[in-house]
């Protein structure tokens, strides 16, 4: 049967970013979709409809959501450029650092972007300590993954596009080159591998897309209490 | 080499009884040591130095953090016996989405019918009895959300049952009566003795709760 992949996502989601990386890291051949988020396709509908979210990955008409679940099942459907060791315990681990990007460093680095004010300087504090631990982890490694990029990677790879993103947004450095050396060396690195480097959403659409984001949060801290 | 397998737990957790119920179900022999979480033990602070929770798996020295990844590093080190995830890629990733589910899911809304009152509370109702739907409806037909066996959906989501009574009493109502069909599940996990002994008592569990709930000013 001839195979069949399609992926739902949009034009600057760093979800659908992680799901594009790892199809082309592969050198699978796939079809992608970019959704208009205030008119969802029948088919976005209908292959997710617990969360109703891209991305949607749709193998041989089988959906697969939530981009971390991606990223594995397209590891063990299409070995070739494994993502994830063989080995149990670095396996573990390589899970562990992509979560703690998702459950951490996206939560601080997101409220430091929303939050005004005091709020926001507690934030940024907040996103500061969460990323020391990402330094600490690259210590004698040039990824995440080790020598070369692994799931932890394409999981925090966002960071190596979006900071820039937000820090021009909100006017504060979030990601110090002299504060964190080695996250800043593998953001550059990341960002100019192959593959990624062809993939990055233009960094001008970005910065007006999230500006606009971050507007009613502004507006409704300027508000008399 | 020996096999050194130690749990750092706290018995009410519902995350550390999913790892209990996996240990089980493949006949690990392991130490199980208690937490104080209000005086965490420097073993778990130097095992879990980046979320300082339980549960915390310590395998030959090695530790391991977040209940879904340890319930799958079992998996894949005691692969010889009692499977949890399935063998299919797309099963995998059914199983995968469907335990993020839980975790994104269950836990907020259960915490605010014991943590919250009045409308707030009714909110946590409302949204917690969508999630069972939903579950149910995943489930279907089968006796598992594994399909004929027990697997990792359930042993991810049989642990917050144990929690039932305290939910039904202090937000005043009945899962059976909404969700007949969760609960002939529940039975069915029940009946696995790696299930029963892994469950603490629903009463226990309360009585530990209503202490908290009084210094919370919510009794």
Redesign the interface.
């Known amino acids: 049967m001839a195979e069949e992949v399609k992926l739902l996502k949009t034009w600057s989601s760093p979800f659908g970013l992680r799901a594009f990386w790892i199809l082309k890291l592969k050198g699978v051949q796939f079809d992608f979709i970019d959704e208009d988020l205030s008119n969802k396709s029948p088919l976005l509908l209908q292959s997710n409809p ?1 969360y109703k979210k891209v991305p949607v990955l749709i ?1 041989n008409g ?1 959906p ?3 981009s ?3 990223l ?2 397209v590891d ?2 299409w070995k070739q450029n494994p993502l994830l060791p063989e080995d ?2 670095e ?2 681990r390589a ?2 650092w992509a ?2 990007g998702e459950d951490k460093v996206l939560v601080s680095i997101w409220n430091a972007f929303i939050k005004q004010g005091k709020e926001q300087e507690e934030a940024i504090g907040l996103a500061i300590e969460t990323l020391k ?1 990402l330094e600490e982890e690259l210590k004698g490694k040039r990824f995440f993954g080790g020598e070369k990029i692994g799931l932890a990677d394409l999981a925090l790879g966002w960071l190596a596009n979006l900071i820039g993103v937000f820090e021009e947004v909100i006017g504060v450095k979030l990601i110090e080159k002299e504060r964190f050396p080695l996250l800043s060396a593998w953001m550059q690195e990341f960002a100019e591998a192959p593959v990624i480097k062809e993939s990055w959403p233009p960094h001008e659409k970005l910065v007006t897309k999230f500006r606009a984001i971050r507007e009613p949060y502004v507006a409704a801290a300027a508000q008399p209490k | 080499m020996a096999n050194e397998v130690v749990l750092l737990d706290f018995w009410p957790s519902m995350f550390g009884i999913r790892v209990r119920i996996a240990l089980a179900e493949k006949g690990v022999k392991y130490e199980y040591k208690e937490e104080d979480l209000k005086n965490k033990s420097p073993l778990l602070l130097q095992m879990n130095p980046v979320h300082k929770k339980i549960p915390v798996l310590i395998h030959n020295g090695r530790p391991f953090c977040e209940s879904p990844i340890i319930v799958q590093y079992i998996d894949e080190v005691w692969k010889d016996k009692a499977p949890l995830l399935p063998s299919d890629p797309y099963q995998r990733a059914q199983a995968r989405f469907w335990v993020d589910f839980i975790d994104k899911k269950m836990y907020d809304s259960l915490r605010k019918t014991w943590t919250t009152k009045g409308e707030e509370q009714e909110a946590a109702k409302k949204e917690f009895f969508e999630v069972l739907k939903t579950l149910e409806g995943q489930l279907g037909d089968k006796p598992f959300f594994g399909g004929d066996n027990f697997g990792y959906v359930d042993l991810s989501l049989i642990p917050f049952y144990c929690w039932f009574y305290t939910y039904e009493t202090c937000g005043k109502f009945n899962v059976e009566a909404e969700c007949p069909k969760f609960i002939a599940w529940v039975k069915r996990c029940l009946q696995r003795e790696t299930v029963a002994k892994a469950l603490p008592d629903g009463k226990k569990v309360f009585e530990f709760v209503s202490a908290m709930r009084t210094n919370l000013g919510l009794e």
């Open positions: 617990v193998h089988k697969i959501s939530e971390l679940v991606i594995e099942y063990e459907t149990p315990y396996r573990a899970r562990f979560k703690f631990f």
